[in-house]
Structures are given as C-alpha cells and as structure tokens.
C-alpha cells in the first residue's frame, strides 16, 4: 500500500521492515502477539461482557474458521459475489433516509429501532486483527447488517433477545464452530455524555407522553409532578 508524503501527494515506499496492512485499519502482529491478545481480551471480554471491543477482538482471533466458511457461501451465490464486488457499507450517512420512510417500511422501523436506542450505524468496532482484505470485510458486513436482524425477527437488545439472534446467525452461517463474538454486535459501552444524553430523551418522552395523556382526559386541577 503506497503511503502519500502530506498534501504535496509525494508517494513514499514502505517503511522496510513493517508489514503492508491488507486495508486502512489493519494492525499486524506476529503469532505470539496475536495469541496473547486473543487469550487477555477472551478474558476481559468474560469479566466485563459489555466491552464490545474486547469481545469484537475475540471473534477476528479465535473466528478464522467461521469466516471462511461465511466467505466461501457467499461467493457461492450470486447475490454474495455482488456484494463481495461492490463492498456496501451501513453507514449513519447509508442509513439516513430511513428517518424520512413510513413507520409500517423496513426502513422506517429499523430508524424507529435505532433512534429509541440512541444507537447509531457507525458505532460498530472497526475490523484490525485480520490478516485477510476480504475476511476483513465479511466480519464487517456481519457486524453492520445485525441491527437488520433485530428488526426483521423482533429481537430485543436484552440478554435473552441477542441470545436468540446469536442461535439464528449460527444457523443461517451454517457452520460448526462459530464462536458469538464473530458477528459482534454489542454497542461500545456509552459513555457518560451519551448516558446522559439518553436521560434528556427519555424524560422528554415520558413528558410528551404525560402532556398527551392530560389533554386526552381534559383539564385536571392537580398539580403537575413534572
């Protein structure tokens, strides 16, 4: 990959010595790197399962297997080849129409779906540890279409809705080993700007709701509790 030398756009050659990345956010590292990154965020990802970039690392570590085989589907079926040839991404700017669609389309209930979570599409950990360019955007496009998923089968983001969308991807992947982790789709865990900001719109909702629900049983001489 040719690295261009500020905005004089002077191509440089690799620094000899490093590795080439396979695509933009690769980050190579030797075997034993590897393995003892994959065995702490394994780890990590048990003690603190709300960590998406831990769990993310473990399914580009322990998920080669898995991929593959997704991989190899997809450039079974022509629909999979096309996708693997254009490369499409779900993205806040992909995905921002959807707000403007009818609640009864997809669209509109996957903006629905988002916008009562505050989730947003590029909130999804980027793909570095694999070693492959087209694995690399596999585990990409698994991550990115999830949310579809949760709209399409009425999934909840709770404990048990995601356990059961991990049991219909590992169906619909058709493979025998397929650790969880390879299609991540925990959020980054908030922080606290977001947790806050998530405050401001539930109050603000439960106040519309309130303000709609007086108006609906006319004038009330009760004082108002909000």
Not at 54 to 80: I, K, P, W
Not at 163 to 177: D, M
Not at 184 to 198: G, I, Y
Request: glycine share 8%; hydrophobic share 40%; proline share 7%.
């Amino acid at each position: 990959m040719r690295q261009l030398h500020g905005a004089a756009g002077i191509e440089q050659p690799p620094q000899s010595g490093h590795a080439v990345p396979a695509y933009p956010t690769q980050v190579h590292l030797h075997p034993v790197q590897k393995g003892a990154v994959a065995v702490l965020s394994a780890l990590g990802a048990l003690i603190k399962p709300a960590r998406g970039d831990l769990v993310a690392v473990v399914g580009e570590t322990f998920g080669d297997t898995a991929v593959r085989n997704m991989a190899g589907r997809m450039r079974a079926s022509a629909t999979g080849r096309q996708i693997l040839a254009d490369r499409p991404r779900v993205t806040d700017a992909a995905v921002g129409h959807c707000w403007d669609l009818p609640p009864h389309t997809f669209g509109g209930a996957y903006a629905s779906f988002m916008g009562q979570r505050g989730f947003h599409a590029d909130d999804r950990p980027v793909v570095r540890l694999v070693e492959d360019e087209e694995l690399a955007y596999v585990i990409t496009r698994a991550r990115e279409v999830h949310d579809f998923w949760h709209v399409l089968f009425d999934c909840h983001t709770n404990v048990f809705g995601e356990l059961a969308l991990k049991a219909l991807e590992f169906v619909q992947a058709q493979s025998k080993f397929l650790p969880p982790a390879v299609f991540q789709c925990d959020k980054p865990a908030p922080t606290a700007a977001n947790r806050r900001e998530r405050r401001k719109a539930s109050l603000k909702a439960a106040v519309a709701g309130r303000g709609k629900r007086r108006n609906a049983s006319g004038p009330s001489n009760q004082p108002s509790d909000v």
